[in-house]
């Protein structure tokens, strides 16, 4: 069970350009319907949600995220493991 006193979901960069780049392993439509469902949770729970979006100044400090690549378990902590595809 959540405890939405101390949880908050973060939402980073759900625009309009960032999704119409390739969002593999899932589609854009499961990444803003998880999006969606998680906002309309916390809202209705009074949780907090936290919006961020990114801007580089350059390019030089730009990201280079590799979503294919499965992150070690042991690393995560079991919190940010709420949501889960089938």
Known sequence: MLDFNKTAP?????QKGILE????????ETVVSNAKELVELFR?????ITFVRVKFHDGKDKLAPNAMKQLP?????QNLLILQTS
């Open 10 to 14: 973060v939402l980073i960069d759900l």
């Open 21 to 28: 780049m390739p969002t593999a392993p899932h589609t854009t």
């Open 44 to 48: 209705k729970e009074n949780g907090f």
């Open 73 to 77: 378990a042991k690393k995560c902590h």
